[in-house]
């Protein structure tokens, strides 16, 4: 038996598994159901990340473990979302790092905290002031370690230091290969300075307005979990780490205090292979993540009895809240072809790509040390919106977003390949508030057959709406003077300009972010509703907790993985009771 067995090696689970060891107290099993992130070269290249999980933005096939657009991957667990109701009933993939590092070593390590006003609507919905953002701010000192960015460039202007850590255990920094573009963006934000702000830190609990992005990219190489919080402690003599080992149940050993007590794990490498079980003396953690942790809970007959019985699936805890309230940042590509350089030519190029891959292997240094985008930015709808007159305003707070804009200087969209030729600029919108909610559901009892993943995109009025409005405001930032020679025009239907037009493009293009939360949502201690306890105790049960993006409540102002840690951080804290 270990102290504690973590389900999942992911962007959690590694922060858990490497806090809990460090005190060298307690035997720890790290259980993985992927494979080892070393020999993975690809996700180590930044702007390689899409090679690693199903995607359309294409790469030459010259890419170390490069896949064809749009397949399955060894890195990802090949997952697509059902029929999309509000989205002409399409599906596509959604993707999830199945790898040491979770998909903290497949992401596009974009890594900001979001809104101060996130952590104060935790606390306020959970009761507990230590989620709220003066508490939590303290967690980004342990977290992070700013570093110079791959170019070397003087990022004076580009980010507030105080803000930030130079102290802690991930690296992260300023892009680190420039852009032609780079300059038009910062002369938009001064031209439309009313509607599109320059802000000087986005990713220090201020969104609002468009700053330079901020990746978990330390020398131009991928800072994930694994390479910084596991990598720390893999070679302890009380940590053991098991890839190719994926959780099937959680295992029913009694009843303590009148509650089950679930302080045991299942697992099996494969649907044919033995199951082993294995036994905490102290706790189970769950960090499987918003789609593997409400699943594994499912199996284990903890979630709603009608759906658990319709699987023939005992239910030993009735929480009917497991696997609901799912909330994710719907993405809308939105492409304009260019005049001039972009880096589309290099990424349909095995020649210029093989040239900038060895740069990248002498140097760490070039195109490909760099993430997706060099800017983005957190935008509100104008307070005198209409549609404020029948949904209250879903934002966290009055200096929270309810949508984002990335800019990149390549063609991306998930929904569409690349044209063979043409340079584009990609303004891409993520609805960062939305009010629609989706669900996990078993398909079935076996753990080896995917869940039912339902976002339920843009099911509301008030997402559409947000959605439509982003179109016309990023419309208007095309429209500045500082691109009047490079923008060419907006490809296929974003020219639309009725509202009936622009929502049938945003409904044949939109997809996700990969943003998925909320599926164990944290709640108050007594309520009627939600998963775990603002400890992150699972509710009804005794010697299981859950520490992963599936216990944020709703989506916060920002790329997940960043909220992600911060909450790791604070419950390895709890765990350890300092
Ligand atoms: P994960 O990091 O996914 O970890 C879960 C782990 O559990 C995985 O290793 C998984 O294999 C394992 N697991 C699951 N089920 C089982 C089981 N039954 N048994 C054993 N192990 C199991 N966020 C950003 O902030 N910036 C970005 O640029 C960004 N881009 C993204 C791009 C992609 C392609 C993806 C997939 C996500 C992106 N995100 C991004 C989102 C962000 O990475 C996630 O929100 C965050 O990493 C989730 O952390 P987690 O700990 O909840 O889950």
């Not at 102290?3 to 992911?10: E, N, Q, R, S």
């Not at 497949?106 to 003066?134: K, Q």
């Not at 019985?309 to 940042?329: A, E, F, L, W």
Request: neutral net charge.
């Amino acid at each position: 038996a270990y102290d504690y067995i973590i389900v999942g090696a992911g962007t959690a689970g590694n922060v858990i598994a490497a806090r809990l060891a460090e005190s060298g107290h307690n035997d720890i099993l790290v259980l993985e159901a992927g494979v080892s992130e070393e020999g993975v070269p690809a996700s180590q290249v930044p702007l390689m990340a899409p090679t690693l999980t199903p995607s359309t933005l294409d790469l030459p096939s010259i890419c170390y473990n490069a896949h064809a657009s749009g397949s399955d991957t060894p890195y990802d667990w090949n997952y697509t979302v059902v029929p999309q109701t509000h989205l002409n009933g399409r599906t596509f993939p959604v993707a999830r790092g199945r790898i040491l590092g979770g998909s903290s070593s497949v992401n596009y390590m974009v890594h900001h905290y979001g809104s101060s006003e996130d952590y104060d609507r935790l606390a306020r919905i959970t009761g507990d002031p230590g989620w709220a953002w003066r508490n939590m701010r303290r967690y980004i000192d342990r977290h992070e370690k700013f570093v110079p960015p791959a170019d070397g460039h003087d990022a004076t202007g580009q980010y507030i230091p105080s803000l930030h850590s130079t102290r802690g255990v991930l690296p992260k920094s300023l892009p680190g290969f420039s852009h032609a573009i780079d300059s038009k963006v910062i002369a938009t934000t001064q031209e439309l300075s009313a509607e599109f702000p320059f802000n000087p830190d986005t990713g220090g609990g201020n969104v609002l307005g468009l700053g330079w992005a901020q990746s978990s990219i330390g020398g131009g190489t991928r800072s994930s979990s694994a390479t910084t919080y596991l990598s720390s402690v893999i070679n302890r003599r009380n940590v053991d780490v098991l890839v190719n080992a994926q959780v099937t149940k959680l295992v029913h050993t009694g009843t303590i205090c009148g509650k089950p007590s679930f302080r045991g794990v299942q697992f099996a490498s494969g649907p044919r292979a033995p199951t082993t079980n294995v036994f905490a003396r102290k706790e189970v953690i769950l960090s499987a993540g918003s789609f593997g942790t409400p699943q594994i809970l499912q199996l284990s007959g903890i979630g709603d009895r009608t759906e658990l019985t319709s699987k023939s699936i005992t239910t030993i805890v009735n929480n009917p809240s497991v696997g609901k309230n799912m909330s994710d940042h719907a993405l809308l590509p939105n492409n304009y072809l260019v005049r001039g350089e972009s880096l589309d030519n290099l990424l349909r190029d095995p020649v210029a790509f093989g040239i900038a891959l060895d740069q990248w292997q002498a140097s760490k240094t070039g195109p490909l040390a760099n993430g997706i985008s060099n800017h983005l930015g957190f935008f509100r709808l104008p307070n005198n919106s209409s549609i404020f007159a029948t949904t209250p305003d879903p934002a966290s707070g009055p200096t929270a977003s309810h949508w984002e804009m990335l800019v990149s200087n390549f063609w991306i969209n998930p929904s569409l390949p690349r044209p063979d030729t043409g340079s584009y600029l990609s303004l891409t919108v993520a609805l960062i508030s939305p009010t629609s909610r989706g669900t996990i559901k078993l398909a079935s009892k076996d753990p080896f057959q995917a869940p039912l993943i339902d976002p339920n995109f843009l099911a509301t009025d008030f997402d559409r709406y947000t959605m439509r409005e982003s179109v016309r405001a990023i419309k208007r930032f095309a429209a500045a003077n500082a691109w009047s020679d490079y923008i060419v025009e907006p490809v296929g239907n974003l020219a639309a300009q009725t509202d009936e037009g622009i929502d049938a493009y945003v409904r044949s293009v939109s997809s996700t972010i990969l943003h998925p939360v909320g599926t164990a949502s944290m709640s108050p201690r007594n309520a009627a509703w939600g998963v775990v306890d603002p400890e992150l105790r699972l509710k009804g049960v005794e010697g299981v907790r859950i520490v992963d993006a599936s216990v944020w409540p709703f989506a916060p102002n920002a790329h997940t993985q960043a909220p992600v840690y911060l909450v790791a951080e604070r419950a390895a804290s709890i765990i350890r009771g300092y």
